[in-house]
T-cell receptor, first 115, second 115 residues
Framework: NAGVTQTPKFQVLKTGQSMTLQCAQDMNHEYMSWYRQDPGMGLRLIHY???????DQGEVPNGYNVSRSTTEDFPLRLLSAAPSQTSVYFCASSPPIGEVGNVLTFGAGSRLTVL | AQSVAQPEDQVNVAEGNPLTVKCTYS??????LFWYVQYPNRGLQFLLKYITGDNLVKGSYGFEAEFNKSQTSFHLKKPSALVSDSALYFCAVRDLSGGSYIPTFGRGTSLIVHP
């Protein structure tokens, strides 16, 4: 089925470990983004990309890196995990974000726990 | 700058009764407004959007929302609630005049429909 695929669904890390959350979409969407969802905080934008080779920071980028080498993939890297990064992470994509009324398609989420 | 507020953390309604989930926004120019729904352990799904035209927008699953420019509101409504409507609802806004391509999400409102 077409959509946004996130892996893994669940991950437990120890403080200081690194890992990569994978995100892939098969809809040829130009725009991709990563959000974190925390209780009472809603969705906060971490990083986003408007096309292959182009990335930019969102509201809460510290501690995370991204790259966009292809249109389909947008991995999120945690270089040195901290307990404050315990959260549920969502990847979302859309056709060019500047076009009128484009809506986001979200992945199912990745639940990360940092001990 | 753009912002959105969902003043209620939780809304409780009996099955069969009408429901309203509130959203107010702040933008410099004209807003694009969106509602998304998140069912337990799932990603967000698009419900409806307001771009221009008729202030009453109809969306998926019998939901509708009314755009009120004077009150800067975009409340989500449904005439008769179902238990299956129980979920987390997010309002989002984009301010076109500010050149922002990225939507800002509210903190979410938990809707609980009682049998």
């Amino acid at each position: 089925n077409a959509g946004v695929t996130q892996t893994p669904k669940f991950q437990v890390l120890k403080t200081g470990q690194s890992m990569t959350l994978q995100c892939a979409q098969d809809m040829n969407h130009e725009y991709m983004s990563w959000y974190r969802q925390d209780p009472g905080m809603g969705l906060r934008l971490i990083h986003y990309s408007v096309g292959a080779g182009i990335t930019d920071q969102g509201e809460v980028p510290n501690g995370y890196n991204v790259s966009r080498s292809t249109t389909e993939d947008f991995p999120l890297r945690l270089l040195s995990a901290a307990p404050s990064q315990t959260s549920v992470y969502f990847c979302a994509s859309s056709p060019p974000i500047g076009e009128v009324g484009n809506v986001l398609t979200f992945g199912a989420g990745s639940r990360l726990t940092v001990l | 700058a753009q912002s959105v507020a969902q003043p209620e953390d939780q809304v409780n309604v009996a099955e069969g009764n009408p429901l309203t989930v509130k959203c107010t926004y702040s933008v410099s120019g004209n807003p694009y407004l969106f509602w998304y729904v998140q069912y337990p352990n799932r990603g967000l799904q698009f419900l409806l959007k307001y771009i221009t035209g008729d202030n009453l927008v109809k969306g998926s699953y019998g939901f509708e929302a009314e755009f009120n420019k004077s009150q800067t509101s975009f409340h989500l409504k449904k005439p008769s609630a179902l238990v299956s409507d129980s979920a987390l609802y997010f309002c989002a806004v984009r301010d076109l005049s500010g050149g922002s391509y990225i939507p800002t999400f509210g903190r979410g409102t938990s809707l609980i429909v009682h049998p």
